[in-house]
């Protein structure tokens, strides 16, 4: 399984509710109405073994639809984007080798762009420097590479326009509001269109109003440019110590005269590749204001079966708890730019590849 999902699409006992509940809100527990009426058989789990494709992907996409298994998993599936570039990166090889699966653990497709894009360059906006950053953004991969300034831009964009369609607090996840755009675009009486703040239900006046904003936006933030923009200057994954890396201000005048001290000690940030919708699937909320981190694949894992010593694996920031170690962060650079350590299976590699040996006694 490319993205590090398990094989088995379905693990662990999965309830049979009353009629009527999926689980998904509150119910009322002072009655038996909504007792759970035992589990589902295990043998009838959704599951496949050897496959005639010769692979398994799952990235958290609804796997089965409803109507073949009608008890509820989850209501939070992913809308499949980073299942199907898998899939198409999968058959684009006819052999695999753990380098080629390292590249497509790597991949940073933004599909929302993939998508967008050329429905926006067939738009003629009026302002020869709105028509011209279009142009700018159809000349890119699509790749959310952390050099990227298109990336950067069209993150930008992307987050007004959500917010301009939708709502202002919108927090939906990018593939939603990408599955609800497709729908929506070719359709100009779609009730959603309605921007009441701005009296237009035009997809192109609202998105030239989300390319002006964003425009304005990193100009004046990241400067006029627009080559030196780079996607992981706003696309920033923060690792903070629990407890003491998470101390706010405020607490204590005197406490707050160390914060700074203490967060340059415990906490770690690092601007980052990929995106919500993306393989290498580090997220953002477009209605929070931010282009954060909010999630992130923490490890990244490849075995070959044909040579278990030949295993690699990487995870966020390092080894040891101890921010004095010099491993405390060695990790993240390499987890950040798509690189991985060996990780040996026999005890004669791991011997050969030790540098260093710890022995705990009692």
């Known amino acids: 399984d490319v993205d590090g999902n398990i094989g088995y699409m379905m693990t662990g006992r999965v309830p049979i509710r009353a009629a009527g509940h999926d689980g998904s809100l509150p119910v009322d527990g002072t009655t038996s109405a909504f007792e759970w009426q035992g589990y589902v058989d295990p043998a009838l789990n959704p599951r496949l073994y050897n496959p005639p494709q010769g692979y398994i992907v799952s990235a958290n996409n609804a796997v089965i639809a409803p109507a073949d298994f009608p008890q509820t998993v989850t209501i939070d599936w992913e809308a499949g984007y980073r299942a199907a570039r898998i899939e198409t990166l999968i058959q684009a090889t006819a052999i695999h080798t753990p380098e080629t699966f390292a590249a497509i653990q790597w991949d940073s497709l933004n599909a929302a762009a993939v998508e967008m894009i050329p429905r926006l360059a067939a738009l003629d906006l009026g302002d020869e420097r709105l028509n011209q950053a279009v142009v700018w953004l159809a000349e890119w991969d699509g ?42 675009w070719d359709n100009p009486a779609h009730p959603v269109w309605r921007n009441a703040a701005h009296g237009t239900d035009d997809p192109a006046v609202l998105f030239t109003l989300a390319l002006s904003t964003a425009l304005d936006f990193m100009e004046q933030e990241y400067g006029a440019d627009w080559s030196a923009w780079r996607w992981g200057d706003l696309h920033v994954a923060r690792f903070q110590a629990a407890p003491l890396g998470q101390i706010p201000d405020g607490l204590d005048p005197r406490l707050d005269a160390f914060l700074p001290l203490i967060r340059a000690t415990l906490n770690r940030e690092i601007g980052v590749d990929g995106g919500p919708t993306s393989i290498n699937a580090t997220s953002w909320q477009p209605g929070s204001g931010s282009f954060d981190v909010t999630s992130l694949p923490s490890m990244r894992m490849i075995l070959d079966l044909s040579d278990w010593d030949n295993a690699r694996l990487i995870h966020t920031t390092g080894q040891s708890g101890n921010p004095s170690s010099e491993h405390y962060a060695d990790m993240l650079p390499l987890w950040a730019s798509g690189q991985y350590h060996p990780a040996a299976f026999s005890a004669p590699t791991v011997e050969a590849i030790t540098v260093a040996l710890w022995v705990l006694r009692p």
Do not use: C, G
């Open 143 to 184: 790749q959310n590479r952390a050099a990227s300034p298109q990336a950067a831009l069209f993150a930008a964009v992307w987050r007004e326009f959500v917010k301009l369609v939708f709502d202002e607090t919108s927090i939906y996840w990018e593939a939603f509001n990408l599955n609800a755009l497709k729908t929506m």
